[in-house]
């Protein structure tokens, strides 16, 4: 299902099948609350699981990569190999203290680039055995390559915040996700978010008086 679709369903089961010219939640309301939902989830089922499914994941393609002066970022040499993305990448849903990229490396999607700490970087210089190797570090939502040995792109995927974001980006060779594509949501969690809403947040929202509800009370009034 899209997520349009997902979000008709929900509005639906809200107000019974019928329609209203008072309506007063509108889609983008669902929408919203169905994203955060599928964050909150997510980010559950991994604290209790230790493994994410890969029906949550995403590809955003070969992500390009620009040379930078090292020494501006990470206490290097200014001749020293050090690529970034070129834009910040989209949020991934956090898993408990670390991001949620399952795999950065090679662009035919072989080969994982390993990943260090920040910190580490300046010290790689000084190791006569690692110094040579490609390493990748995540600064401002932008991956940093040490030493990419060539490599001009790097293929990413992960599991993101909101998958809507993954359409911004044009590196995907068309297989980036956009809204006919089918929402990146296992059915067990979807069920699980909608019985959640319905009972949470849009049970309130259905609740409360509207604009036209509210008027017709103070006309009685």
């Not at 990419?148 to 792109?153: I, K, Q, T, V």
């Amino acid at each position: 299902m899209t997520l349009d679709e997902i979000a008709y369903n929900l509005l639906n089961l809200m107000r019974g099948g019928r329609s209203s010219n008072d309506e007063h939640i509108s889609l983008e309301q669902i929408k919203f609350n169905i994203k955060h939902y599928r964050a909150m989830f997510i980010r559950r089922d991994y604290a209790k699981n230790q493994h994410v499914s890969t029906s949550l994941e995403q590809d955003i393609g070969c992500v390009p990569l620009i040379k930078i002066d090292g020494s501006k970022c990470c206490n290097l040499p200014t001749d020293c190999p050090v690529f970034r993305t070129e834009r910040k990448l989209p949020k991934t849903v956090r898993f408990n203290f670390k991001d949620a990229f399952t795999f950065i490396g090679k662009p035919n999607g072989t080969g994982t680039i390993p990943k260090i700490e920040p910190y580490e970087v300046e010290y790689l210089q000084y190791d006569k055995f690692t110094k040579n190797q490609t390493k990748y570090y995540l600064i401002d939502d932008h991956v940093y390559v040490y030493n990419p040995n060539g490599l001009d792109a790097i293929n990413i995927r992960g599991v993101f915040e909101d998958p809507e974001d993954v359409h911004e980006w044009d590196t995907c060779n068309g297989n980036c996700y956009d809204n006919q594509t089918d929402y990146p949501l296992p059915l067990d969690m979807l069920s699980a978010i909608n019985t959640g809403l319905l009972q949470g947040e849009l049970a309130i929202l259905m609740n409360s008086p509207n604009d036209g509800e509210l008027d017709r009370q103070q006309d009685k009034q």
